[in-house]
C-alpha cells in the first residue's frame, strides 16, 4: 500500500509544526501509513518525529517534503527514489536580508535553489496559498494544488493573563502587530506609520510589536527608529510572549496592522480574525489572499495612507462592525473540517 511520509528540516512548535501533526491526523484517519522525519527535532516535539537518516525506502512511498529553509533534508530527498510532493510554506527572498543577517542571506539562496531543483521532480506540488503555488508552476511543477494550512482554529482560544490584561489596559487607541522582527515584515514601516497616525489622529496611541526576533541588527535598527520619532513611551517590542500575553495582547488591541512585504499565508491575520480585532493589511504577496474581505486591504503603504486607513477603521463604527464580521466569516473557510477535504483532494491521487 502506498505510503505518504512528512520530511522536514526542523520539527518545532508554529504553524508549520502544527500543520505537520494535522497532516499526520488526517493520513492516519485516511488509512495511509505514515512516518514524520526531520533533522531536528524540538524537545517539545519528541516523538513525534524520527531522523530523516532512519527512513528506509519501502515499495510505494511517497515523500512529502515541506518547503521553508535551506536543508540537507531537501538534498536527501532529492536524492530517493521514491515519488515527490512539495508542501510549499513559502521562503522569504534572500534580499530582504541582505545587509542585517549574511548567514541568512546564504541560507534562504539555498533553499531556493533547492526548491528550484525539487519542483520539476515532484509529482505534486501543494500551495498554502495561490502565492505560494504560483511560485512552484513558476520552477515547472508538473502538477499544483492550493490547500491552506491545516489549523486548529480552537487553539487560537488560550486563557487571558489576568496581570497582563490588567497592565495592557490602554485609554488610547492601541496598535497590534504578532508576528517576528525581520526585515521582510517591515516593521520599519509600521513604525513610520504609527509616527504619521501619533501626530495627526491619537497622541496617546500605543503601538505593540509582539513575537521573538529572526535579526538582532534589524531589532536595534528598529529601537533607533523608535527613539529617532520621539516613540519610545508609545512603542512596545515585546519579544516572546507566553499563551496568555498573547491573548491578552489581542484583547487589548484596537485594530491589528500588518504591512509586511512578504508573507506566504500570515497565520496572525486569522488570529486576529478569530479574536475579532479588526485587521488593515497592505496587500502584497499572500497578505490579500488570506484576508479575501476578512480586512480592510491597502493597494499602497505610505506611512499618512496607513495612518489614515486605521483612524477610518477606529473611528467608523459601522466600518468596525462590518470588518470584524467579515473577519468571522472568513474564518469559515479554515476550518479544519474544510481544509483537511482540500488537502486529502489534493494527495488522493498519489495513492492511485
Known amino acids: 500500500m502506498t505510503a505518504i ?25 485516511m488509512g495511509v501509513p505514515t512516518e514524520t522525519y526531520a533533522e531536528h527535532i524540538r524537545p517539545t516535539m519528541a516523538g513525534r518525529a524520527k531522523d530523516f537518516r532512519d527512513y528506509r525506502p519501502g515499495p510505494d512511498d511517497v515523500l512529502l517534503y515541506h518547503v521553508a529553509i535551506g536543508s540537507g533534508v531537501a538534498d536527501f ?30 541560507a534562504t539562496a539555498w533553499a531556493r535553489n533547492q526548491l528550484a531543483e525539487l519542483a520539476p521532480r515532484a509529482a505534486l506540488g501543494i500551495g498554502d496559498s495561490e502565492y505560494n503555488a504560483r511560485e512552484l508552476v513558476e520552477l515547472r511543477c508538473v502538477r499544483t494544488a492550493v490547500a491552506p494550512i491545516l489549523l486548529d482554529l480552537d487553539e487560537f482560544d488560550r486563557a487571558v493573563d489576568a496581570s497582563a490584561a490588567e497592565r495592557l489596559e490602554h485609554h488610547g487607541t492601541v496598535w497590534l502587530f504578532v508576528g517576528r522582527v525581520a526585515p521582510n515584515k517591515a516593521q520599519h514601516d509600521l513604525v513610520k506609520a504609527f509616527s504619521v497616525y501619533r501626530r495627526v489622529y491619537d497622541p496617546s496611541a500605543v503601538l505593540r510589536i509582539v513575537g521573538g526576533s529572526s535579526s538582532d541588527a534589524y531589532v536595534a535598527a528598529i529601537r533607533q527608529l523608535v527613539t529617532a520619532l520621539d516613540l519610545d513611551a508609545a512603542v512596545d517590542l515585546t519579544g516572546p510572549v507566553s499563551d496568555g500575553e498573547l491573548a491578552a495582547h489581542y484583547r487589548a488591541a484596537d485594530v491589528f496592522v500588518c504591512v509586511s512585504e512578504h508573507e506566504g499565508f500570515c497565520v496572525p491575520l486569522l488570529e486576529a480574525m478569530h479574536h475579532r480585532v479588526p485587521v488593515v493589511g497592505y496587500g502584497a504577496t499572500a497578505v490579500a489572499e488570506t ?10 503603504k505610505a506611512p499618512s495612507t496607513v495612518a489614515a486607513a486605521v483612524a477610518k477603521v477606529h473611528d467608523d463604527a459601522a466600518l468596525r462592525a462590518g470588518l470584524i464580521e467579515a473577519g468571522t466569516r472568513r474564518l469559515d473557510d479554515f476550518a479544519l473540517e474544510t481544509t483537511r477535504k482540500q488537502l486529502w483532494t489534493a494527495l488522493e491521487p498519489l495513492l492511485r
Open 5 to 29: 511520509h512528512q520530511f522536514v528540516p526542523t520539527l518545532e512548535p508554529g504553524a508549520v509544526g502544527s500543520h505537520l501533526l494535522q497532516v499526520r491526523r488526517l493520513l492516519d484517519d
Open 77 to 106: 530527498v532529492r536524492e530517493q527514489r521514491a515519488r515527490l510532493a512539495l508542501d510549499h510554506h513559502n521562503i522569504t527572498p534572500a534580499h530582504f536580508w541582505a545587509g542585517w543577517e549574511p548567514a541568512v542571506v546564504s
Open 291 to 300: 484576508l479575501a474581505g476578512g480586512g480592510l486591504v491597502l493597494p499602497r
